[in-house]
Each structure stands twice: as structure tokens, then as C-alpha cells.
């Protein structure tokens, strides 16, 4: 983020070329502007451009041009405000942790104040929102329905009981795989049980290790694929509505038994395309370290941008092609 601070400049820069307060700026013969002088040298409005050009000159212009399109595209800075206060929490929440001072820091690193870190982080989130919106642009009918047919579906109900291997970090080896076989058997044990026909609710609150769960009969409601990890899902998306696993459902958190309850109807896919196209993009700047960037040459594009400068666009293209 701190590369956003190469915004100041320019303001300085703009001083100087049109002047401050009513001192009238001395010209040379030939026209141009002279921004300082002493014995020997005059210096130009061209030649501080030209320096300037040199020391990042390129990053100074893009990041104004994207500043002027977040304001086109992202009218309401709530959001973003919001964001930026949640990682000042935390933030200072870490500092504070390490018993060091937030403010100290912030100075340190070159901010005036809180305020205008909090600007920065907020321009931050609206430059990758709007890179986002973007690229959700991009998917194709296909693509969505894909992701549609694989990985939408009718939220689930269960009830399930968790069963946790004792394990503690200063266990040999031989010890872990005690208590991991421990574990397993009284998994087993509470499917015997379930057999014979004891009732699910009242075995896992007597058994289950997961306490939120445990008190209401181990019953977890109106949960999709996402919110669970890929184990539990697939063993309660194969189960009928009343059916149990027969057999210990192995996970990191430990040995499941999973009765399914019941699945919702899958929504229509009108009805998720927003949630669809939020996962694909999700995905997509996942996988792709380079899709905001890349987005955000695409969106420059659709404004119509054309550098004139023969300098900077050298070195415009030169940042695009090293981002592909």
C-alpha cells in the first residue's frame, strides 16, 4: 500500500508549475517556465518533469488515473470505510499484543496521521472492488452454469456427533496413533449404539466433543458445501433424509457420525448468479496473482486512456507485458 504514497508529489507538483499564492513565475526567452534559479543555472518546469518522470513518474500518473475511475465507479465510500476501520482493529489489536505503539508505527512507516492511513486502505479496497467488478464481467454463460451445476445446492440440516483424538504435542508417534485408534473405536461404538436403536440427539450430547453442537442434540442447520470441510459434506450430501454413516466419517477435527436430517431444494441459478460470480472471481484471484492487475488495464482501456507521453507509455507497456 505504501506505493500509494507516491500521490503527494504530484500535489507538490502542481504547485510549482502553477504557482503559489500571487508570486508571478519568471519565463525564459524561449517560453519556458523557470521553478528555481542561482548562479550559473536556471531550472525548467521540463527539466523537474523529465527528473521527475524518471523516479517513478509512470506509478504517480496511474495511480492518478485510478484514483479519478474509483471516483466514476464507487460513489459511496461505506464500505470501504468500514473495511479500512475492521484492519485498523486488528491491526492495532497485533500491536498491542507485542506490547508496541500503533501511532509510533504508523509515523514510522511515513503517515501523517490515522486518517490518512485509514484513506489508504479505503482507496485500497475500492481499487481491488472495482477490479472485481470487472472481472466478474468476464465469465462466460458456460463457465457460470458450470459452477452452478457443481457446486450449488439446498442447504443442508444435520445432526452430528464429533469424536476428537486425544492428542497432545508431546506425544511420540506411537501415542498419536493410540489415541487417533481410540477415537475411531468409540465412533464405532456410538454407531453400534444407533444400531440397537438409542436415540442420536441424547448419544451426542453425551458423547459429542464439539460443545457448540452437543447441548441441541448435535443439530447443525442451513449450512452449505462451503462452510464445511470436504469430508462432512460429501458424507451428508450421499446420505437420504433419517440415514446415519455406518461408518466413522475421518476428518482433521477428528471422527464424525452424521445423521442427515434434510436438504432444501437447490435455488434457482437466477436467484445465486451474484453469489456464482463472486466464488468464480474469488477464484480466479486465487489462482492468478496477476487478475487485478490485468483487470485494471482493462478497465483503464474502457475509459478510453491514451498516454501521450512517449516516456511514460514505454514504460506503461513495459509494467503490462512484465505482469503477463
Given amino acids: ?179 487417533e485408534d481410540q477415537a475411531l473405536d468409540e465412533a464405532k461404538d456410538i454407531i453400534k449404539k444407533l444400531k440397537k436403536g438409542e436415540k442420536f440427539e441424547d448419544l451426542a450430547k453425551e458423547h459429542s466433543d464439539d460443545s457448540t453442537t452437543a447441548k441441541d442434540g448435535g443439530l447443525y442447520s442451513g449450512f452449505q458445501k462451503n462452510d464445511v470441510v470436504e469430508e462432512f459434506w460429501n458424507a451428508s450430501v450421499n446420505l437420504k433424509d433419517g440415514e446415519y454413516t455406518t461408518t466413522p466419517v475421518k476428518s482433521s477435527y477428528g471422527y464424525f457420525v452424521i445423521l442427515r436430517v434434510k436438504q432444501d431444494e437447490k435455488p434457482k441459478k437466477e436467484d445465486v448468479k451474484d453469489e456464482i460470480l463472486t466464488a468464480l472471481t474469488t477464484e480466479k484471484t486465487s489462482e492468478d496473482q496477476n487478475a487485478i492487475t490485468e483487470a485494471w488495464v482493462n478497465v483503464r482501456k474502457k475509459y478510453n486512456l491514451d498516454i501521450i507521453d512517449s516516456d511514460i507509455l514505454s514504460e506503461y507497456n513495459k509494467t503490462i507485458k512484465a505482469n503477463k
Avoid at 491491526?91 to 512507516?109: G, I
Fill in 1 to 179: 500500500m505504501k506505493k500509494l504514497k507516491l500521490l503527494l508529489p504530484i500535489l507538490c507538483i502542481g504547485l510549482v508549475l502553477t504557482g503559489c499564492g500571487n508570486k508571478t513565475i519568471p519565463k525564459l526567452k524561449d517560453g519556458k517556465e523557470v521553478v528555481a534559479k542561482l548562479d550559473g543555472k536556471d531550472f525548467t518546469a521540463d527539466d523537474l518533469y523529465a527528473e521527475l518522470k524518471k523516479q517513478g513518474g509512470t506509478n504517480v500518473l496511474v495511480n492518478l488515473i485510478d484514483e479519478f475511475i474509483v471516483s466514476k465507479e464507487i460513489k459511496d465510500d461505506e464500505e470501504a470505510l468500514k473495511y479500512a476501520d475492521s484492519q485498523i482493529a486488528t491491526l492495532k489489536a497485533q500491536y498491542e499484543s507485542y506490547e508496541e505503539d500503533f501511532d509510533t508505527a504508523l509515523t514510522n512507516a511515513g503517515y501523517k496521521n490515522l486518517d490518512e492511513f485509514k484513506k489508504v486502505i479505503a482507496l485500497d479496497f475500492k481499487k481491488n472492488k472495482v477490479a472485481e467488478d470487472y472481472i466478474k464481467t468476464t465469465f462466460s454463460d458456460k463457465e457460470i452454469e458450470e459452477y452452478y451445476k457443481n457446486n450449488i445446492y439446498g442447504e443442508m440440516t444435520v445432526r452430528y456427533i464429533l469424536i476428537k483424538p486425544d492428542v497432545k504435542d508431546d506425544m511420540t508417534a506411537e501415542e498419536k496413533t493410540e489415541a
